[in-house]
């Protein structure tokens, strides 16, 4: 059984070499073609020199040769880092610098950006240019000696190949940067057993196989995005990319493209419930997931009525352990508001601050062991250190300790074992003296039918310790009434959780880079409110 990366999709070729792995418009690549294009960029890694572990970046939308820069770097033994295409250049050269990036393959435009940026990233080496615009490098830039040295992608491919260096299980595969409430994004560093590991356990209980066609659609960049590439390739099922621009974009594809299986956040799955659906958008169409933060109630009703024939995976995750629970489709009409239990071959605890086991309906600290465990943060001992601890309630007799993920999140545990979420330990907000989780205030609101997209924070006051505040986006044909939504929330909620104010806005709310609602940057816009307040 492959136990490496890149083999999965190997060993996926050498079973399927003729079924569809790869479809970006109208370019469509089977799994003997992927695999053998993952070979050669492998071998070219190999002998432009890239060393075991170095790091390999790639700065991409999401097109064949992202996929074959990704595993390639696998293949090679070297260590892929996905740069969300959305960063500007500031925000990539910080990543680039953070884990002292070797290779990097990107765009042309993308590379004019960062060229004057050079002088933060001295372990910089090479620049592979994808795409048509980048056949060729310059004469001046090609110049053998030049570092970093730049090449069109053709030209790279061209030269002498080199042998991979060998690989096991434990080593590195990737580093995925993730953006913390505060601070630059970190990043994690995940093995190869960490992602076969979860390739397989997610692939099984949502029955991927040779029949599945997955529709990518999040950054490759986020780990819920990848997985879309892993579980296809763990099963031969076929992937479709897609850089979507609007959301009537994505329907269309649905249809199109004869999709089998989606995965969104919340954000774009309310953007989704909201339009007109084709009636072929959701034909073929046998299951959706949603992951990276709770999917509203309204919301999850009204995508089930677009899609009739589709099972409901609600999951929870983070990328320190890249996936930690699901609720099976059949106890969605039970219990819509649970995370699930853990996936196969995971543990999840709910603790108290010394480690012990909280009591049902106690919150308490989620914390996940098993395989999909990272291997902490990049360059960064003393986050690792918070973040990555001994497991709770371990032998004693052990020498070496279990390594658990302490996720920074609450969540509380029914008598059945199912799990639900509170809220993030550094989004909750301090009100009153009480804790307040922004997931229970924003249900109210959707529930409401005013809002189209509402986010809940805490804001610094100097009476209460924060106010809590609520940024929202009226639901289509509705006109902004902040009395209405207010009183909605007094009819449902303790006073100390009613907001203090509601700013509207005509425009969807910010995201973040993996198209997550921001709501550190809606806080850090108000941060200044009450300043004067008595």
Request: glycine residues 8%; neutral net charge; proline residues 8%.
């Amino acid at each position: 059984m492959s136990e490496l990366l890149h083999e999965l999709l190997f060993a996926t070729a050498q079973r399927l070499p003729a079924a569809p792995a790869l479809t970006c418009g109208r370019r469509e690549l089977d799994y003997a073609g992927l695999a053998a294009a993952v070979r050669g960029f492998a071998g070219a890694l190999s002998g432009a020199g890239v060393q075991r572990h170095e790091r390999v970046a790639v700065w991409l939308d999401k097109r064949q040769e992202t996929v074959v820069a990704l595993f390639g770097a696998a293949a090679a033994g070297a260590v892929f880092v996905p740069v969300n295409p959305v960063l500007r250049a500031e925000q990539a050269e910080h990543v680039l610098a953070d884990c002292n990036v070797r290779l990097l393959v990107t765009s042309a435009e993308r590379w004019r950006a960062l060229r004057p940026r050079l002088a933060s990233l001295p372990d910089l080496r090479m620049v592979v240019l994808a795409g048509a615009a980048a056949t060729e490098a310059g004469p001046d830039e090609a110049e053998p000696g030049r570092v970093p040295q730049v090449l069109g992608l053709t030209a790279f491919l061209s030269r002498p190949a080199g042998e991979p260096h060998r690989v096991i299980d434990a080593d590195m595969a990737a580093i995925l940067y993730t953006s913390g409430s505060t601070g630059r994004p970190k990043g994690v560093v995940l093995s190869h057993r960490n992602l076969v590991a979860g390739a397989r356990s997610v692939a099984s209980y949502l029955g991927n196989g040779p029949h599945d066609r997955l529709l990518a659609v999040l950054p490759l960049s986020f780990d819920y995005g990848l997985s879309q590439l892993t579980t296809a390739f763990a099963t031969g099922a076929s992937v479709v990319l897609h850089n979507h621009l609007l959301p009537a974009d994505l329907l269309r594809a649905l249809g199109r493209e004869r999709i089998t299986g989606l995965a969104a956040v919340p954000p774009l799955w309310i953007q989704l419930a909201a339009l007109p659906w084709p009636a072929e958008a959701a034909a073929h169409l046998r299951y959706f997931t949603n992951s990276g933060g709770a999917m509203p109630g309204a919301t999850l009703a009204a995508l089930r009525a677009r899609m009739p024939a589709a099972a409901p995976f609600l999951m929870y995750g983070l990328t320190e352990a890249f996936r930690s629970t699901y609720l099976p489709p059949a106890e969605v009409d039970r219990r819509p508001d649970s995370i699930g239990k853990a996936i196969p071959n995971a543990e999840i605890r709910v603790v108290r601050e010394d480690g012990s086991e909280c009591a049902p309906h106690e919150p308490g600290e989620l914390v996940h062991r098993g395989a999909l465990v990272a291997m902490g943060y990049w360059n960064d001992p003393a986050r690792t250190a918070e973040r990555f601890r001994p497991l709770p309630g371990q032998h004693p007799e052990l020498v070496l300790p279990e390594m658990a993920v302490w996720s920074g999140d609450t969540v509380r545990r029914d008598e059945e074992g199912f799990l639900y979420f509170v809220g993030r330990r550094d989004e909750m907000i301090k009100t009153s003296g009480y804790r307040v989780s922004p997931t229970e205030i924003e249900e109210v609101l959707y529930r409401s039918g005013l809002v189209a997209e509402a986010a809940a924070f805490g804001v610094s006051h100097p009476v209460l310790g924060q106010a809590v505040v609520v940024v929202a986006q009226p639901a289509p044909g509705i006109a902004p009434d902040g009395a209405a939504l207010i009183q909605v929330c007094r009819d449902a909620l303790p006073a100390y959780m009613v907001p203090a104010r509601i700013d509207w806005q005509a425009e969807p709310l910010p995201r973040n880079g993996n198209g997550k609602i921001d709501r550190r940057l809606l806080g850090e816009q108000r941060a200044g409110l009450f300043a004067q307040a008595a």
